[in-house]
């Protein structure tokens, strides 16, 4: 028996990739551990995305060293997106290194383990158990190019995964008790499998057996189609909540990043899915190089009209290898500047959408006997216990904080 220890950093596609490493691994007669002194192998799945992201898994990686000291027969393997930019220059820098698997070829990670001869011929692979709410990978890669982004470099350009895999695979998802399905792809709602678009995969995931809602991440603004909005009207399994990333609130800088939309179009849209009953949470970029006073003027004024739910906000920092990092910095001190002003707003902007929640019902997933997640992503705390798993509907009372307090 072989015993795992995995570290993921980065995104929830990541999360996914490691699942599927791990179904490879398992297949090969290995099970997880959460005890790194006890593991014969560690998996570190990375992420390149923020300069930090990969200082900490490499930084990781180098305390690994004395870990393959006390046991040279241990295996290490580094994968992912930060594998994939650095490639054949980690195993020169850290000789320990079994295997590098790069993000690309994460659908030829069974061939990567038998090359190394390391592992035992494959067998049947045990999938780790299921949650209430599961991730399934729909596509990989990207076709857009934004210039301060590393994705499309690491990942390549996009595939879809077949339709009728995706179905199985969720459909295998809910029988193993997932109530929730969290479809992931860099620019999700861009999947096309010839006859299938991605409204009409919501609509089939959907009416899965045991499948009560279904979310998605990330998609783009520019592929919110007719199609899709009126699906997302009519169907109620669809998550009231929405994460799309706008990163600038100024068609100029929205420009420079080569981003495919306008601050008009990214309104028009989310009023659009708005107006369907759902929340949006986005991400911003602060200080982007060619970022002025007014650009971040409109960057503000876009957080009042939009009423996000939530925004994630980033200081601009540039990545190696893409355009934008060719690009002046602005100073550190206004990039502080206008980071703790965009939080204070959008801090306050959240509170009152949570205060607007209450009257309203939500429709609850349990994930605890007193609390659970809503369609609309709230956090919420019923009155009375049910069981883990069913979906509740409860009125509002009272918010504190990121919290509802609901009575049924
Ligand atoms: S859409 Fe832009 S930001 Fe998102 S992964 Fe593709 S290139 Fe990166």
């Known amino acids: 028996m072989l015993r795992v220890f995995i570290q993921t950093y980065g995104c929830q596609m990541n999360e996914a990739d490691s699942e599927e490493m791990f ?17 014969d192998a560690v998996l570190i799945n990375t992420c390149t995305v923020r300069d930090h992201a990969e200082h900490r898994a490499l930084s990781f990686l180098g305390r690994l060293a004395k870990w393959k000291r006390e046991n040279p027969k241990r295996i290490i393997i580094f994968a992912g997106c930060a594998a994939q930019r650095l490639g054949k220059a980690l ?11 790069g993000a690309k070829g994460i659908e030829h990670f069974s061939e990567t383990l038998d090359k190394s001869g390391l592992f035992a011929t494959p067998g049947q692979p045990v999938a780790s158990p299921v949650g209430l709410s599961a991730y399934v990978t729909i596509m990989r890669g990207c076709n857009f190019n934004c210039t301060y982004c590393i994705v499309p470099s690491v990942r390549g350009p996009v595939t879809c995964l077949p339709a009728q895999d995706i179905l199985a695979d969720a459909a295998r998802k809910a029988k193993a008790g997932a109530k929730e399905i969290m479809l992931l792809g860099q620019t999700v709602n861009a999947y096309q499998d010839g006859t299938v678009s991605f409204a009409s995969l919501l609509n089939r995931v959907s009416e899965i057996p045991g499948v009560e809602r279904v979310r998605f ?28 990333p706008v990163q600038s609130g100024s068609t100029k800088v929205l420009q420079e990043m080569k981003r495919g939309y306008t601050r008009e179009l990214f309104l028009e849209k989310i009023r659009a899915l708005q107006a369907a009953g759902c929340h949006i949470s986005t991400d911003i970029i602060v200080g982007f190089p060619t970022e002025t006073e007014d650009d971040f003027a409109q960057t503000l004024s876009l957080v009042d009209e939009a009423q996000f739910l939530a925004a994630y906000c980033f200081k601009y920092s540039p990545r190696q290898g893409t355009p934008a990092a060719q690009m002046q910095l ?3 001190n206004i990039l502080e500047k206008r980071l703790s002003i965009l939080l204070n707003k959008v801090r306050d902007l959240a509170d009152a959408t949570y205060q607007r929640q209450i009257g309203t019902v939500q429709e609850v997933l349990m994930e605890e006997p007193h609390k659970g997640r809503s369609s609309g992503s709230f956090w919420v705390q019923t009155k009375t216990s049910h069981p883990v798993g069913n979906m509740v509907s409860c009125k509002v009372v009272k918010a504190e904080g990121t919290l509802l307090f609901c009575e049924e």
């Open 330 to 332: 602005l100073p550190e």
């Open 23 to 39: 179904l490879h691994l398992s297949a090969r007669g290995a099970v997880r551990t959460d005890q790194l002194d006890q593991a």
């Open 217 to 244: 991440t990330s998609p783009h603004p520019l592929y919110f189609t007719d199609e899709l909005l009126r699906t997302l009207e009519q169907n109620p399994k669809i998550a009231r909540h929405i994460h799309l």
């Open 91 to 101: 195993q020169k820098r850290y000789p320990y290194l079994n295997i590098v698997a």
